[in-house]
């Protein structure tokens, strides 16, 4: 077999191309669920249970829960379960590994699920928080669904406390001083070109067309806060220190208050719906310059724009995680 | 060198949590090869003879001719003692050193022998077990004869001793005569990781000692144990030896930490081969989710040290894919239905001792089944002196009108023997 990208030489069972790092699974297995994450051997927690990095054995496997670590390259990670659905993640150039999280499901022509998650580095395991959190939220949207719950604001209220119940279960180390497992969620369910968002933090959700980009999503962060209090102007605001400073998220912590913001949005038009972590919008928060970046690209289909998204936030130093999710809307 | 492989399907389907292993451990000798395991090079042979009332006559005639025997075949650096043993035991040749003075002064001894009294057991292993610990480095083995049931009294006493004696000494247990009970010599058997057997006319006495002795002295690697490590929420459903024969050791386990237990296997000699079945319950993991669900290795402890001698790992693997999950490994198959068969025929013979004969043919003509598609021709034929066979690819027997005790006896005391795997 070769690879899809750059026609090296690959394994059947090979995930990622040895040569050039591309994702196999997107391009073999359209509609496969991929959650980035990455190892590095050496100094990462258990994958599955979040036993410390010595407790790995040097053939990957946890000697607690006996689960073997997957051994995913950093670089970027893609997956496109549908032709107008796809999405990227990348550990960025500064980050040595990558705790943002990403899923994404095709349901039906008129019917998907988008979930980004950006694991908090400041929290125990913030790698294993932002994976068992755009999980869990995925699947139980689509239960929801299933069962035929018809208020999309519900289902994602639904999706976003399975997402908490399962951060909350990540072991927490008693002895760290460190926060509980976190991450930030952003959770998109669109349906008859009705795009419902619930979202905790500060990860977003925008529209991007010709005519009018909008940002979806209001930050959860001290910024805003201070600019919404009116003590700080937003230069002042954006100069302190805590500019980005989160003040809501998914963690054991937050257990009592895990209620997402919600937003729905009626699709106007033909355009873009994107979800992203501030790896991305660090460099582009403006909705109008996101749209001439989606310009940029050259091309109207899902996956080369997150590449190409990716490709930009790398450009620009690549100082956290960049993840982005896009669904084209024609 | 000791060399450990693992037998299985590690392919599991989505939610499934019990997985097969088996684990084959092979010793060989170390051609130039550095062995792998430190050597003992002492050797302790005790000899454990009943002389109580019931053996006077050809029995008691044969064991002293067999003990003779065996005193003059030990070698020279092995070290040996003899009790024996009626209501109350006699250290009858105190721990010495089998050099040819100390062999002749025993052998005196052992002719003076006579048969009288009843039949405490307890005593004689605590004589036995006061010898072996004055060489607890060494490799200490016994045998014990015997040819009829224990005092019943002696019962609470035996388990005590049973308890003290564990781990000290290995002891092989012979029947000789037939009104000796199965179930009384195997749980001494088992519990100082020895052999049962039954030795049907005094006549093969000689024989089946020099056997032991001949084993016995082969051993070159004391205390061996396996430990098996396993995940967080990892249940041992059992753990059995299958091969030479089947003995469920699930219950003598010894905790070491956390998730590491360990089973006594005792003293191992070269070219020896023994097969274990695992039957482990994990945490169920994803689809492609990989897991360690256990390592079993081969301790050796000596002076104190650990030396880890082999090790080998026991896996599963979540898939959709029905081909690989399907198939069940042979070795897995093949001693599970081993197990069946030892089952099978306790259970028939148990059957036929109640009277029941319609469930004692059911239960005995699937163990002939078995031995008969799995090649076991050994217990095939131990079978065939209890029933008449009409079809044995089917399973068709009729059970004997008349059947000699001593078959049945030997069909009891064997029918945990395997076959291993044919080629």
């Given amino acids: 077999m070769n690879c899809h990208e750059c026609g090296g030489t690959i394994a059947v069972d090979d995930r990622f191309c040895e040569e050039c790092g591309a994702s196999l699974v997107a391009a073999s297995n359209p509609s ?55 999405g990227a993640s990348d550990r960025g150039r500064r980050h040595d590994r990558n705790e943002d999280a990403i899923a994404l499901k095709f349901i039906a022509d008129d019917i998907y699920i988008m979930v980004v998650c950006d694991g908090v580095s400041s929290s125990q395991h913030p790698e294993l928080a932002s994976r068992a959190a ?64 619930g979202w905790l933090g500060d990860s977003r959700a925008y529209w991007i067309a010709p005519d009018k980009s909008i940002q979806l999503t209001q930050d959860d962060s001290w910024m805003r806060d201070a600019i919404e209090s009116g003590m700080y102007t937003p230069e002042e605001a954006e100069a302190s220190p805590y500019a980005h400073a989160i003040v809501r998220w998914l963690g054991a912590d937050t257990a009592d208050d895990g209620k997402p913001s919600i937003v729905t949005f009626a699709i106007p038009s033909a355009g873009y719906l994107l979800l992203c972590t501030d790896g991305l919008w660090n460099y582009a928060p403006d909705p109008g310059y996101l749209y001439h970046l989606f310009q940029q690209a050259n091309d109207s289909h899902s996956l080369p724009i997150a590449r190409h998204l990716i490709r930009f936030a790398n450009q620009q130093g690549g100082q956290d995680n960049i993840t982005v999710g896009i669904l084209v809307i024609e | 060198m000791f060399n450990a492989e693992v037998f299985q399907n590690p392919y599991l389907p989505q939610g499934a949590r019990e997985v097969n292993a088996i684990m084959t451990i092979t010793t060989s000798d170390s051609d130039g090869v550095a062995v792998a395991a430190p050597i003992t090079n002492q050797r302790l042979f005790g000899i454990i003879c009943d002389t109580s009332g019931s053996m006077g006559g050809a029995k008691m005639i044969a064991a002293k001719d067999a003990i003779v025997k065996i005193i003059n075949l030990l070698p020279d650096d092995a070290a040996f003692f003899v009790v024996t043993g009626s209501s109350r035991a006699k250290l009858l040749v105190p721990l010495v050193n089998a050099v040819p003075e100390n062999k002749m ?64 000494f290995q002891c092989d247990c012979r029947g000789v005569g037939t009104d000796w009970r199965v179930g009384e010599l195997q749980k001494i058997a088992a519990k100082l990781l020895g052999t049962t057997d039954i030795i049907p006319s005094p006549d093969r006495i000689a024989a089946d000692f020099q056997e032991i002795l001949t084993k016995a002295m082969g051993k070159t690697v004391s205390d061996v144990s396996l430990r098996l490590w396993t995940p967080v929420g990892a249940k041992i459903l059992f753990c059995k030896q299958v091969s030479p024969e089947i003995v469920d050791v699930t219950s ?172």
Wanted: with cysteine; glycine share 6%.
């Fill in chain 1, 134 to 197: 755009v999980t869990n939220c995925l699947e139980a949207i689509e239960l929801a669904l299933q069962q035929g719950i018809d208020d999309p604001a519900a289902v994602i209220c639904q999706g976003v406390d399975a997402a908490l119940q399962a951060v909350a279960r990540i072991p927490i180390d008693p002895t760290s001083s460190i926060d509980p497992a976190s991450t930030t969620i952003v959770a998109a369910l669109v349906r008859a070109n009705i795009a419902t968002i």
């Fill in chain 2, 252 to 423: 003598r386990a010894k905790v070491v930490s956390e998730r590491i237990i360990e089973y006594p296997t005792g003293a191992w000699g070269s070219n020896e081969s023994r097969d274990y079945h695992f039957c482990i319950q994990i945490n169920a993991g994803n689809v492609g989710d990989e897991m360690l669900a256990g390592r079993a290795s081969l301790i050796t402890q000596t002076n104190g040290q650990e030396t880890k001698i082999t090790e080998a790992k026991i896996l599963a693997t979540w898939t959709e894919d029905e081909a690989k999950t399907a198939k069940i490994d042979r070795r897995v198959a093949h001693y599970t239905g081993q197990a069946e068969l030892s089952q099978f025929i306790q259970e028939g013979l148990e059957a036929k001792a109640q009277g029941n004969i319609d469930v004692a043919t059911v239960k005995l003509g699937k163990a002939v089944k078995i031995a008969h598609d799995s090649g076991n021709e050994a217990t095939a034929k131990l079978l065939r002196s209890v029933v008449d066979v009409e079809d044995a690819a089917a399973g068709t027997v009729r059970i004997k009108r008349t059947v000699a005790k001593e078959d049945e006896m030997m069909l009891e005391t064997r029918s945990t023997k395997t076959a291993r795997i044919q080629k």
């Fill in chain 2, 105 to 168: 002064r025993a052998i005196s001894q052992v002719k003076e022998i006579s048969a009288n009294g009843g039949t405490l057991m307890s005593t004689w292993l605590h004589t036995a077990l006061g010898e072996f610990n004055k060489m607890p480095q060494a490799i200490c083995q016994a045998l014990l004869l015997t040819d009829g049931q224990n005092d019943l009294n002696d019962e609470h006493d035996l388990t005590r001793i049973l308890d003290a004696a564990e781990g000290k």
């Fill in chain 1, 32 to 86: 496969s669920l991929v959650q980035p994450l990455t190892v590095l051997v050496s100094n990462i927690s258990c994958q599955k249970c979040g036993a410390p990095p010595a407790k790995i054995d040097a053939e990957r496997y946890c000697i607690e829960c006996g689960f073997r670590q997957a051994v995913i390259s950093t670089d970027t990670i893609e997956l496109q379960p549908a032709p107008n659905l796809a």
